[in-house]
């Protein structure tokens, strides 16, 4: 088996790290299967949402800087840019989660640590178990953070939370994690909350669903009038079309939608 756990059930996909014995720490082999997986889930219109968790004892202890580190060519293979992504290699596995169509969901237990938050970082839902401790770790080993951290966490938290949690790489804990918008719910069965999460989403319109988050997540970047261009653009994909008829009818008849892969 591999680093990456990688399951559908109907519309949902699960995907899990697989190192449980190293903390899912990310080598090189979880770089590249994370990112195909990515890449899978982009591609099928049939997945709905994703729930994103790690096996074990943690969600992810951050990089295995032993095993990455062997081999010199591995630091600029993760770390050079290409001209088919605007994210390298170590970027992609935080970043390419916002740029699914699909909601995210993650489940957060143990250690969330450096490279581990920040792809925690690019789900659009963090759901903590109360064992569950978040650190931007990278200041412990003279680094900066630099897998994606710059285009997630300064929508989610405040800049001064960032700062002193980047410059102290403390360990919060999931309750605090919550006051300071690192998660978006503590649960003692943050699984159970999250699967079920999901699989309500999964009930909804998908195309309502990807193009609302497509909204909220370029709305930020635009001006006001630009938003609301956005808006009236992206609603012109939904308005009317057969999901968003299924929808209504659904509602009208009192019975459950059937909805068709999103378009």
């Given amino acids: 088996m591999g680093c990456i756990k990688y399951e559908k059930e109907g519309p949902l996909a699960k ?3 697989n190192r449980p014995e190293k903390y899912n720490g990310i080598n090189m082999a979880m770089f590249n299967e994370l990112i195909a997986t990515i890449e899978e889930i982009s591609s099928d219109k049939t997945i709905r949402a994703v729930l994103l ?6 969600f992810c202890s951050g990089l295995d800087f032993t095993e990455v580190v062997q ?8 770390m050079n840019f290409s001209d088919e992504k605007i994210a390298n290699k170590a ?3 935080g970043y390419a989660w916002t740029e699914l169509p699909v909601p995210v969901i993650a489940v957060l237990h143990g250690p969330v640590f ?4 920040q792809i925690a970082m690019g789900a659009d839902i963090r759901i903590a178990s109360p064992c569950a401790k978040l650190s931007i770790m990278e200041i412990k080993w003279g680094l900066i953070p630099d897998m994606s951290i710059t285009t997630t966490l300064p929508y989610i938290a405040s800049l001064d939370v960032i700062k002193e949690l980047m410059w102290t790489g403390r360990k919060v804990l999931a309750e605090e994690a919550k006051e300071l918008g690192l998660v978006t719910y503590v649960d003692e069965n943050a699984m159970a909350r999250g699967l079920s999460l999901a699989q309500h989403i999964c009930q909804q319109s998908p195309d309502a669903i990807s193009q609302s988050k497509k909204m909220l997540n370029e709305a930020i970047q635009l001006k006001h009038a630009e938003r ?3 808006e009236a653009e992206l609603q012109s994909k939904v308005l009317g079309k057969s999901n968003q008829l299924e929808a209504m009818q659904a509602n009208f008849q009192k019975r459950t939608a059937n909805y068709k892969d999103r378009q």
Avoid: A, D, M
């Fill in 91 to 93: 970027q992609q596995v």
């Fill in 228 to 230: 609301l261009k956005l």
């Fill in 71 to 78: 081999q010199p060519q591995n630091i600029p293979y993760l």
């Fill in 114 to 117: 450096g490279g581990g938050f």
């Fill in 53 to 58: 968790y790690g096996e074990g004892k943690g």
């Fill in 15 to 17: 995907v899990g790290l």
